[in-house]
């Protein structure tokens, strides 16, 4: 019986976890959740808006709400569906990279799932 030296084994271990956490930082809803708290928390009184009216009571809550959200409704979908929804975070997380001001925010946030 062949045995597996310990660090080799640890080191497998690690990459198994870097990669779990990789894989779960790329998920784009989840970034998208995080791009769009910020972004909102900077134009709330440019739109004359509060956390509350979005029914959350801080950024930090609105984008764990979201990503809560988020994963369950990706999890639910399959395919085409999951790829297109991916998709769709990460064109309004670029979306909202880009604007210069909470205009353009507010234009990409109205515009999100809208079919091109």
Known sequence: MTTVPLTLRSCSSLALVLAS???A??????ERCR????????????????WGQLGASSAKDFKEQCIATERLWIDSLSGEDRAA?????????????????????????SGYGDAS
């Open 35 to 50: 791009v769009e708290s910020r972004n909102i928390e900077s134009c709330l009184d440019d739109w004359n808006l509060d």
């Open 21 to 23: 956490l990789s894989l």
């Open 85 to 109: 929804e991916q998709d769709a975070c990460w064109e309004l997380t670029t979306a909202l990279r880009s604007a210069d001001d909470c205009d353009e925010r507010w234009a990409a946030l």
């Open 25 to 30: 930082a790329c998920n784009p809803c989840v």
